[in-house]
C-alpha cells in the first residue's frame, strides 16, 4: 500500500557520502563547547572517536534527519520516488525498495516517498551549534 501522507527519508548515504561536516569542526567548536549537551555527546562519542573509521568526516545520521525536518531550507536537492516495504521475501525481508523501473517512473504509479540527497552545510552546522550551546 502507497502511503497517503508525504514521507521523506534521509538515507544513509546522506550522512557519509553526500554531507561533510570536518571531524576537526567537530572537535574544535562542539567539542569545546561546556554545556550539559556538548558534554553528554561528547561523552557518548569518545568511544566512538577512538578508533574512527571516516577520516576527517564527522559522520551524523539523526541529526540530518531533524535539521531536514525543522528547517526545509537545509534541503538543498532532493528526488521523487516510488517505493514500498517489500514484505515477502522475494527480493529483501523488511527493506524499502525504490522502484526505478522505467515503466514506473514514467507514470504508471504515484510516487509516495521523497528522499534527501543533500543537506546545506552550513544550516546543519548552526543548527548543532545552537543546539549545544543552550545551558537550559
Not at 544513509?12 to 567537530?26: A, I
Request: glycine share 4%.
Amino acid at each position: 500500500r502507497l502511503t497517503r501522507c508525504p514521507t521523506t527519508i534521509a538515507p544513509w548515504e546522506l550522512s557519509y557520502k553526500y554531507n561533510r561536516v570536518d571531524f576537526g569542526w567537530r572537535n574544535e567548536v562542539l567539542g569545546k563547547l561546556d554545556t550539559p549537551a556538548a558534554k553528554l555527546i561528547n561523552a557518548c562519542e569518545e568511544v566512538w572517536f577512538r578508533n574512527w573509521p571516516w577520516g576527517d568526516n564527522w559522520i551524523l545520521c539523526d541529526q540530518l534527519a531533524m535539521v531536514a525536518a525543522l528547517n526545509s531550507k537545509s534541503v538543498v536537492k532532493s528526488s521523487q520516488h516510488v517505493a514500498s516495504v517489500e514484505l515477502r521475501g522475494e527480493l529483501t525481508r523488511g527493506m524499502m525498495v525504490l522502484d526505478q523501473r522505467v515503466v514506473t517512473i514514467k507514470g504508471s504509479k504515484r510516487r509516495n516517498i521523497t528522499v534527501i540527497e543533500k543537506l546545506d552545510t552550513e544550516i546543519l552546522m548552526d543548527h548543532l551549534h545552537r543546539a549545544f550551546s543552550q545551558t537550559d
